[in-house]
């Protein structure tokens, strides 16, 4: 069932059973610990966190409206393998999100919001540094996730948020075959500048390349 080793099992309160299960498997499968394709043993899962097994049920009925797995009828649950059709998809939706995002944030963005919006990159920038692509991958998605809070539209950040599960698969695949983590994190002053410059069509060309950079990423990735 694993790819590779998998994170030691944590202990797990009693209470909400079924998220912290759903932490687990996500950061597995993001890591890939359970490679794409592989079936996951709820039996084996259920030994492994000390749990019985609707927990672990639920848990990945979870996951699999998140994206993250499918499902097979008297088969079980799957890591979700994706392809070039998905990858389109998830960037075709993130880049209307985010284009809308930053239109909105440019005309009320301030000091306070260039002042988090830089501290999150300089965190990034640190964290290049590392081998924990997990973390990567969280603080890249903070730093978008700050533009949606800040630009007020709270639907819009929800729609950011369920699309961000899938984000994480494709993100995955940019770490696991990039050699360059340090231009990654350092590509999202940009998006900063055209933010402060006030000009609506300029950070549209920022997002718009900014994406399309990272979609070209993830399609590497993905034939590696």
């Known amino acids: 069932m694993h790819a590779n080793p ?19 498997l996500s950061e597995a499968i993001i890591a890939r610990h359970y490679a794409p394709g592989v079936r996951l043993s709820e039996v084996q899962l259920s030994r ?52 809308h995002a930053f239109e909105l944030l440019v ?18 920038c640190s964290l290049a540094e590392g081998s924990d692509d997990g973390r990567k991958i969280e603080a890249d998605l903070r730093f978008h996730r700050l533009v949606f809070e800040m630009a007020g539209n709270r639907r819009l950040l929800k729609a950011f948020d369920d699309l961000s599960h899938e984000l ?27 933010l402060a410059s006030g000009e609506p069509e300029r950070c549209r060309e920022e997002v718009d390349y900014h994406i399309g950079v990272a979609r070209d990423y993830v399609i590497q990735g993905l034939g590696a």
């Open 6 to 24: 998998p994170p030691a099992a944590p202990r797990l309160q009693q209470t909400n059973l079924v998220e912290q299960v759903a932490d687990y």
């Open 48 to 99: 492994e966190l000390g749990v019985s097994r609707a927990p672990v049920r639920e848990a990945a009925r979870l996951l699999e409206s998140r994206g993250l797995l499918i499902s097979r009828p008297r088969k079980g649950f799957f890591v979700r393998e994706l392809n070039g059709e998905d990858l389109a998809d998830v960037f075709d939706l993130r880049l209307c999100y985010e284009r």
């Open 107 to 124: 005309a009320r963005f301030d000091t306070e919001a260039k002042v988090q919006l830089s501290r999150q990159v300089e965190i990034m």
């Open 168 to 194: 994480r698969l494709c993100m995955a695949l940019i770490e696991r075959t990039h050699a360059e983590p340090e231009r990654i994190a350092a590509n999202h002053w940009p998006l900063i500048e055209a």
